[in-house]
């Protein structure tokens, strides 16, 4: 039986790592460790409603961290280092804590603008701390706000943003808004969206710069034009925590490799957006930045670590990833996984009235369903995702339900 276990990262992945183990009646210690000094947080609602000042901070709190479930924990402690042989996790400070067993639940970090200078008024927004801190300068009411970067959480910002009543300005590289996940039709939607609301969407163009001595004071794009701003969020993706380790012996490429129930070594899973794990689904290694895969990678992984020691049964991890995103008043959700080279066919509704259910194809299957403003017809057809239907079958059973 395992007497000790570490979860670094209380977060998504790792609180429901915990509550499985409790649930699943192991009694021993847990510790749970986490650079953050806040309790458990939920963070879609960080793009979102506590942006927008809409919801207190209180009830973010992940319902596992209102539970008594006899964590020991952590917070705002680093994990340093971590040691297979010895089985034990440095902590800043130098603390070491053992384990029997360990939950890797790190997650990622929003990317930095490369060679930008730490100027005052530049945000991301990943954690807490730094949607408090954004909406802190947009209390203040700035002339402009420019968002770099038109994927899920720019887009959801620029939203917010332009919800507060301010000017906004959305840049993106890429030809339309969410490209490589989505393909250029719903990007040229989420386009729309966004003027619509009144966005100065600039697509196609590069950022060359920051301009500004302490504070920031305009974004310099490659086309030589510039834009003046006092608040800048940079939202141009994410890197998975792997930094601390490094030289560990666990094999790290974009996140921490592990089998395909979510094993990185004996004794050691991994979970949520830190983890990347080979799909036999997709027939490739996966690592999905989603709230529902985390909390399914949590649950797997920790019956993995108990399975280890009570002999049941090792479940392959192989879910069909969901994602939403709601910007306005249009909610878009995605069962599956998209590209912008699938086949689309639009199913249910219309482009037009931004009310409407599209089908992705690739080698004859559905492979992604994505509704936008259609709860109830994504949920009723992610089987043909789960089930990887054939197109022409899965066009006409999702035409049926029109
Ligand atoms: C603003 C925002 C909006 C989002 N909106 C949506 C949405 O609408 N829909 C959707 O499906 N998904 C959304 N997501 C994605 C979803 O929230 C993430 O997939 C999920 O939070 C991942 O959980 P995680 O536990 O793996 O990692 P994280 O939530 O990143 O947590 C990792 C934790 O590990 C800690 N940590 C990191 N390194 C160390 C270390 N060395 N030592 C100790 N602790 C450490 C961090 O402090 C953090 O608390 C959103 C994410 C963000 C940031």
Same mark, same amino acid.
């Given at each position: 039986m395992i007497g000790s276990v570490v979860v670094v990262g209380a977060s998504l992945a790792g609180m429901h790592a915990a509550h499985t183990l409790r649930a699943e009646g192991y009694g021993g210690g847990i510790t749970v460790v986490d650079a953050d000094g806040h309790l458990p947080y939920d963070k879609p609602?960080?793009?979102?409603q506590v942006l927008a000042g809409?919801?207190?901070?209180?009830?973010?709190?992940?319902p596992a961290a209102r539970e008594d479930l006899g964590l020991d924990y952590r917070l705002g402690r680093r994990a340093m280092g971590l040691d297979l042989a010895d089985r034990f996790v440095r902590l800043d400070g130098g603390e070491r804590v053992g384990f029997d067993g360990l939950v890797l639940a790190a997650g990622a970090s929003a990317r930095w !603008?490369? &060679?930008?200078?730490? !100027?005052? &008024?530049v945000h991301v927004v990943r954690s807490l701390d730094d949607c408090l801190g954004l909406r802190e300068a947009l209390d203040a009411g700035p002339a402009r706000v420019v968002v770099i970067g038109a994927g899920f959480i720019g887009a959801e910002v620029a939203a917010t943003c332009r919800g507060r009543g301010l000017e906004v300005t959305l840049l993106e590289a890429a030809a339309t808004p969410l490209e490589r996940a989505l393909g250029p039709v719903i990007g040229g939607v989420m386009a729309d969206l966004h003027r619509d609301h009144g966005v100065d969407l600039r697509l196609g163009v590069g950022v060359a710069g920051l301009d500004g001595t302490d504070r920031v004071e305009a974004v310099r794009l490659d086309d030589g034009s510039v834009i003046p701003a006092e608040v800048v969020v940079v939202g141009i993706g994410v890197t998975p925590n792997t930094g601390w380790l490094e030289g560990s012996g666990l094999e790290l490429d974009d996140g921490v490799v592990t089998d395909d129930t979510l094993?990185?070594?004996?004794a050691v899973v991994a979970a949520g957006d830190i983890a990347r794990w080979p799909s036999a689904r997709y027939g490739e290694r996966l690592r999905v930045e989603h709230w529902e895969t985390a909390i399914q990678m949590g649950e797997a992984a920790a019956r993995r670590l108990l399975a280890d020691h009570d002999g049941r049964p090792v479940e392959s991890f192989d879910p069909v990833p969901w994602f939403w995103s709601d910007q306005y008043d249009r909610k878009v959700q995605l069962a599956g996984r998209s590209s912008a080279s699938d086949d689309l066919e639009i199913v249910v509704g219309s482009l037009e009235e931004r009310r409407f259910v599209a089908l992705y194809g690739r080698g004859g299957r559905v492979v992604g369903v994505l509704g936008m403003n259609r709860p109830r017809h994504v949920m009723a057809l992610r089987e043909l995702v789960t089930d990887g239907v054939d197109w022409p079958e899965g066009l006409a059973r999702a035409r049926a339900m029109a």
């Open positions: 609602p960080l793009s979102k809409d919801w207190d901070v209180d009830r973010i709190t992940l !603008l490369p &060679g930008a200078p730490m !100027l005052g &008024g094993c990185a070594a004996p």
